[in-house]
């Protein structure tokens, strides 16, 4: 039984169980897809391009730069021009960068403020 439970691309649930021969489902969520379409999705979350100010690729992992004071909602001072932030993680979306920054703590940036360190 185990070779037919397959995690939900959409829930990461890890129940997701045959729904006749080329169809799987997600108990959790109620997500329904074909194993095709899974693959098709990691592919394209795979090819996640984003690019920093000056057009430098940047990937998971990577030290960026702030180029420009942005200010932080909630805080009493903006991140200044020129911290460096380590360790970034790309994700979708319009801020595309998860980080950590020094004294703020974790935060999303968008990669038009930043360029590679």
Excluded at 82 to 88: A, L
Excluded at 93 to 106: L, W, Y
Aim: proline share 8%; glycine share 6%.
């Amino acid at each position: 039984m185990s070779d037919e439970m397959k995690p939900c691309p959409l829930c990461k649930s890890p129940y997701g169980y045959a729904a006749g021969d080329t169809q799987y489902a997600c108990p959790e969520c109620n997500h329904e897809w074909s194993p095709q379409e899974a693959a098709e999705a990691k592919e394209e979350a795979d090819s996640l391009q984003v690019v920093d100010s000056n057009n430098n690729p940047l990937q998971d992992g990577d030290a960026v730069i702030v180029i420009k004071n942005l200010p932080v909602k909630g805080a009493p001072q903006p991140v200044k021009a020129g911290t460096k932030v380590k360790n970034i993680r790309l994700c979708e979306g319009d801020h595309n960068i998860n980080c950590k920054i020094d004294g703020f703590g974790a935060m999303k940036l968008k990669s038009e403020f930043v360029r590679k360190a």
